[in-house]
């Protein structure tokens, strides 16, 4: 399948990452969202990451950023994916607006076109349900910064085909990803396990046995990883570690995934990590 157009629906941090991502390395993109204000701050969001790849992988984007955004259509009107050979959803991580963008694309775009599930927890094979060709549908969870990050969850549907699968696997290999391939079930591997360790760890600060700081610096000095799992939580979004821990006791009855009371408390005081300025950490 010869890849040209990419859609992108949804605009936040993983969908303008992902349009800086496709259009350096060659690909036209369309990327949607609800409002001007919006599609404003995604293109400020791809500068900003377009200045931090550049800082910290020069050699990554060789394309100069004017010619990045030319490549770029950011758009209200979904209809624009009519012509997108792969799309690519974005969107938050609430099942009713993931089922309305899916019933619109299904009415939208071309019968060959295969479409990329970025979720965190969601069931593609769920999504894959409401529409004609659920074989044509896959999983792709993407780790964040997307231009930063190579590996990505790759998640086979119940009704996946071999050819999709393929076909994702040497899309992603276009601009240098690592697709590991795994099987559909709410949480897949990486957030089945990190939705776990990140909502413990807030359990240990609302139970005061640690403050952020130094739960993290065990992660990072005891275990090697680079960011701890607050930090980790900033970066994500606290209402998307939320909405995820929601969809894992949802799917799984299983009182291991009920968020912290703490976590509940800072996502209704809009305190959401660094896209707020503010969440275990302060970013102001």
């Excluded at 076909?167 to 939705?195: C, H, I, T, W, Y």
Aim: hydrophobic share 40%; net charge negative; aromatic share 8%.
């Amino acid at each position: 399948m010869n890849i040209k157009h990419a859609g992108v629906a949804g605009g936040g941090v993983m969908g303008s990452d992902m349009a800086l991502d496709l259009s350096a390395n060659g690909y036209r993109v369309t990327l949607t969202d609800i409002s001007e204000e919006k599609l404003e701050a995604a293109k400020e969001n791809i500068k900003k990451t377009y200045r931090l790849v550049q800082l910290m992988r020069k050699e990554k984007f060789a394309m100069p950023l004017a010619e990045v955004l030319e490549n770029i259509h950011f758009s209200l009107d979904t209809r624009e994916f009519e012509t997108a050979d792969i799309m690519i959803e974005n969107v938050t991580e609430d099942w009713s607006v993931k089922q309305r963008v899916y019933e619109q694309l299904r009415e939208i775009c071309r019968e060959n076109t295969i479409y990329f599930v970025n979720t965190s927890c969601i069931s593609i094979t769920k999504v894959a349900s409401l529409m004609p060709h659920p074989e044509k549908v896959i999983g792709a969870h993407f780790m964040n910064p997307v231009p930063l990050k190579e590996l990505v969850e790759v998640i086979r549907g119940e009704e996946t085909s071999d050819q999709t699968v393929d076909v994702a696997q040497q899309f992603l290999e276009s601009f240098e990803k690592k697709p590991v391939v795994v099987n559909d079930l709410p949480g897949f591997v990486s957030n089945r396990v990190l939705m776990l360790t990140i909502n413990e760890s807030i359990w240990t600060v609302q139970d005061q046995v640690a403050v952020p700081a130094d739960v993290d610096k065990i992660f990072r000095g005891g275990f090697g990883h680079k960011m701890g799992p607050l930090a980790t939580a900033d970066l994500i979004g606290l209402d998307t570690i939320l909405n995820s821990l929601l969809v894992l006791y949802e799917s799984y009855k299983d009182s291991k995934f009920r968020p912290c009371p703490l976590l509940v408390k800072m996502v209704d005081a809009g305190k959401l990590g660094r896209k707020s300025g503010q969440g275990f950490f302060n970013y102001s």
